[in-house]
């Protein structure tokens, strides 16, 4: 199997990191559409830099290096059991190698607290989406359009992007980030409910509240409490469907 490292990206590299970044993606949509710059971010390029500015700003970016060289970048976000891939990339010199199927498995292997992963790609990334469903597993779960927006689009511009996830097995080092999580949103509950009602604070705590609530998180949670993975002594009033939703409705 191709073996590859994964080092965290130097503030020195980030110039050549965005350039790189930007080449393997223009390389997909020239492979595409050729010339054509109607599904480009900006002049020339398919990925602006802003966008990757931002990915790497807000995530952990690394370099995927084999025998010694760059070949490759991947930024991810994680979150207790929650992972996002923000971006992969692999230079186009070294396509078809298996260098981005073993930079996956070093990400799954770094983190194995993470049970769902997601990732997004435009529409017309063939060879991303042989990638991501054939060689590492993820699913095709939603088909962002004008009639079904991304709900993280900070720019509100149209994107046709699939959404892909893969779920994995719960484990040991999920199972502590879940009880952490609902720990978390639990002392949430405690302190949203003995602030005055109305007051700009309680409004943020119920405000995230809600999120977790109707977001797949709380979900995940709820049936590990239901498998009977969770400790015993655990509080988790919060995972009380009734306890939530009262407590989100008497401020309404």
């Given amino acids: 199997m191709t073996e590859v490292q994964l080092l965290p990206l130097e503030g020195s590299d980030r110039e050549q990191f965005i350039k790189d970044n930007q080449e393997a993606f223009r390389f997909g949509a020239t492979e595409e559409f050729g010339q054509r710059d109607d599904h480009f971010e900006e002049d020339g390029e398919i990925i602006s830099r802003d966008t ?66 997601e990732t997004v790609t435009p529409y017309f990334e063939k060879r991303n989406i042989h990638f991501y469903v054939n060689r590492c597993g993820f699913h095709i779960v939603e088909y962002y359009n004008e009639h079904n927006c991304d709900p993280n689009e900070k720019d509100g511009e149209l994107a046709e992007m699939f959404r892909f996830e893969k779920k994995l097995p719960v484990t040991s080092e999920a199972l502590k980030e879940q009880i952490k999580r609902i720990t978390y949103y639990e002392e949430l509950m405690d302190t949203a409910e003995k602030l005055p009602k109305g007051s700009v604070q309680c409004q ?16 995940r949670d709820l049936a590990a409490d239901e498998a009977g993975l969770l400790p015993a002594e655990l509080k988790r009033g919060v995972l009380s469907e009734d306890g939530i939703y009262d407590l989100l409705q008497t401020d309404k």
């Fill in 52 to 117: 990757i500015e931002r990915s790497i700003d807000e995530g952990a970016a690394y370099r995927i290096i084999q025998d010694g060289k760059p070949v490759g970048g991947v930024v991810i976000k994680t979150e207790y059991d929650f992972g996002d891939l923000e971006l992969l990339f692999v230079s186009p010199s070294v396509h078809s190698k298996g260098i981005g199927q073993a930079a996956w498995q070093e990400i799954e292997n770094m983190h194995p607290e993470v049970t769902v992963w």
């Fill in 204 to 219: 943020k705590a119920l405000a995230e509240l809600e999120k977790y609530y109707t977001g797949s998180a709380w979900k």
